[in-house]
């Protein structure tokens, strides 16, 4: 006869039974709690183990819940560190290439014309990793968390934040990466390439020269305001994708699904617009002569041509929807 085995434990059950052991914590603090061990729950299954071996890892729901109730009641929450007392981690010289990824970090980039190595501005917490080198001409920070469940008090921090500060002549490449927290690009002016990705939280790139840019989303909005360069692309999805202002000549190609494309004053000689089931509206600087055009939709109307196309025409126009109208202009300059 086999041995009796006790059932495994799933994430759902995990979860619910550190929710009835966080009775003496408030609504928020709860809920931070149990986020916080669904995304260390996926953080494993991710990394090659499977949901019944991350949650072994763990130990008793129970016995976490008690844990930091009893914890939670002697010790106050720290405050989050000031300006002042932030750490910075610096290159020690002129570099030409920036990597920064973060875990669950709001992420702020500016220029600094008082620097001229670029910096990184952040207070790490106790479950905070950072690896930080230099070498060929490129700057690497990785910031990741480290899966410890006694480091939960963090999580009653707020949302915290890390800063990026470039010299104001840095022309090289430039890639950040986070998660579940927003992206914020402020008056770059001379950036070769820029790649900013993140999920489930918005990316607002503002003031901005790149010759070469990408910015990725998921679930949340994107926007693009006076920004120029060479090409663009910028994609997110079940979210708002907006551009003001913006001139890349090779290429602009905005997507969303499930959310309109809203583009104002946009000027390039390729540019292709694309969402499902919400509308497209842009004003674009252009002769419709110059432009071989497609547009197509379903359930709703549309101000261009489905197809338009004439020999010579060296610029082309994309408007794609489906379930809702397209409204797009050509306004010669």
């Not at 929710?19 to 709690?33: D, I």
């Not at 002769?287 to 261009?304: C, E, F, K, M, V």
């Amino acid at each position: 006869m086999p041995l009796w085995r006790e059932p495994t434990m799933t994430k759902e059950t995990f979860l619910k039974e550190l929710a009835l052991g966080l009775t003496n914590l408030s609504q928020e603090e709860r809920r931070r709690v149990l986020e916080y061990y669904g995304e260390l729950i996926c953080d494993g299954i991710e990394n090659g183990k499977s949901e019944e071996s991350v949650i072994q890892d763990f130990g008793s729901p129970k016995e976490i819940a008690a844990s930091i109730c009893a914890e939670y009641g002697r010790t106050a929450p720290r405050k989050p560190a000031s300006s002042d007392g932030q750490h910075i981690y610096a290159s020690k010289e002129p570099v030409g290439a920036i990597i920064l990824t973060a875990q669950n970090l709001r992420i702020e980039v500016r220029e600094n014309a008082q620097i001229e190595t670029v910096q990184v501005l952040f207070s790490p917490l106790g479950n905070d990793h950072v690896a930080v080198t230099e070498e060929n001409s490129t700057f690497s920070f990785c910031h990741t968390i480290t899966m410890q469940p006694f480091f939960w008090r963090d999580l009653f921090h707020g949302a915290r934040s890390l800063i990026l500060e470039v010299p104001v002549n840095f022309s090289g490449s430039l890639s950040i990466q986070t998660c579940n927290a927003k992206i914020t690009v402020d008056s770059l002016h001379s950036i070769g390439t820029g790649s900013f990705i993140t999920s489930n939280a918005c990316i607002f790139i503002t003031s901005t020269v790149c010759r070469t840019l990408q910015a990725r989303t998921s679930n949340s909005r994107l926007l693009l305001l006076n920004c120029s360069g060479e090409s663009c692309t910028a994609k997110t999805s079940n979210g708002r994708l907006q551009a003001e202002d913006c001139r890349f000549p090779t290429r602009l190609s905005l997507h969303t699904s499930n959310s309109p494309v809203r583009a104002e004053q946009l000027s390039s000689n390729n540019v292709e617009l694309k969402t499902c089931n919400a509308p497209i509206h842009a004003t674009l600087h252009g002769d419709p002569r110059d432009y071989t055009i497609h547009s197509h939709t379903s359930n709703g109307r549309s101000s261009l041509p489905a197809d338009w196309s004439f020999p010579g025409q060296a610029c082309s126009l994309s408007a794609v929807t489906s379930n809702a109208s397209i409204d797009v202009k050509l306004v010669p300059e």
